[in-house]
């Protein structure tokens, strides 16, 4: 116990969020991937399909699918990773991608997949 709280569990706090929008389900995509949970990984990348389909922005996209790549990585699904990756590199090369911020998020997720793409 730490100041007499209990540990906080955070594979409980992970089943209570939410996958409503693509960026709520990027983010227990994510943690589910850092902690081996691969049935909350599978339901997240399940709902961020349906959710890419619905967002129109590809910039936010272009995010969106550098943290599923990264994701992936760490969950050991090279399946998405090899499906995900060169669907990133086609959003970052449109022009309205390009000049977004949302830029660096995407191309900061995809340069940690591994080494060649960091030296790409």
Known sequence: MFFGLSPFNVKHALASLKT???????VVLYASAL?????????A???MEIKFKETPNNSFK????G????????????????KTVPALKDL??????????????ALGYLA?????EYKT
């Not at 943290?67 to 090899?82: K, N, S, W, Y």
């Not at 940690?112 to 060649?116: D, E, M, P, Q, S």
């Open 20 to 26: 409503d929008t693509l960026y709520n389900a990027s």
């Open 35 to 43: 902690l081996k949970d691969k049935s909350h990984y599978l339901e």
């Open 45 to 47: 990348l399940s709902a």
């Open 62 to 65: 272009a995010w969106m699918l």
């Open 67 to 82: 943290r599923v790549a990264l994701a992936a990585t760490h969950m050991g699904d090279q399946e998405t990773v090899v």
């Open 92 to 105: 970052l090369e449109q022009k309205e991608v390009a000049e977004d911020e949302s830029r660096a998020w």
């Open 112 to 116: 940690a997949v591994n080494l060649a």
